[in-house]
């Protein structure tokens, strides 16, 4: 005990910054795919450019007000999918979609106000222009940069799935909230062979 005491009196005097908890910030578009995918390839290990399992306890989904059905999704997912113990919360950053320069400023601090240097950053989801701001927040702060590739022939089979969900919301919203009924439907939203990669 009187050795961990002193090593953590060492790194404090250092500023060496002492382990807390990991997020996973991630940018979200129209549809769910590659959230998940993030999440739980690297909390498994299973992605290019890891060096090992990455403990995530948290996930923030930043996005604009225009993809509130995806995020239903999301949460269905995350609540629905086997995700262990993970805490899952949303970000409304204060625009509606990328239509002049002060849009790109609002949602780069919408990623700046929850990420943190040493966290992961998935730019996959949204417009170009939010992967970009949110990919400049990153490194701003040293956050790694990761992304996720979802196979092309499974667009079809993920997009008919979202069709077929939308005619039934209020039972996603259930799936949300715990009540997995749709459980086959949720997680079929899920790819399977999505790749990961951390690229910094």
Known sequence: MVWLCGLLGKALKL???LPSVVRLVVTLG???GGVYES???LRLGRCIGCVGPVGVDEVYVVRSASVEFTWKLVKAIFTCCDTGDVVIKDLVAPMEDMEDPEDFRRFMDAVLSVVRGG???DFTGGRKAMSVAAALAAREV???LVTTVVPPEE???VNELIRRLRGVEGLV???ARGNCGI???VCGLVSGGARTIVLM
């Open 183 to 185: 459980k086959d439907l």
């Open 155 to 157: 667009y079809g089979r």
């Open 142 to 144: 040293g956050a790694h």
């Open 39 to 41: 999440f739980i390839n």
């Open 173 to 175: 919203e259930e799936a």
């Open 15 to 17: 500023g060496v910054a």
């Open 30 to 32: 129209t549809t769910p």
């Open 119 to 121: 966290d992961y950053v």
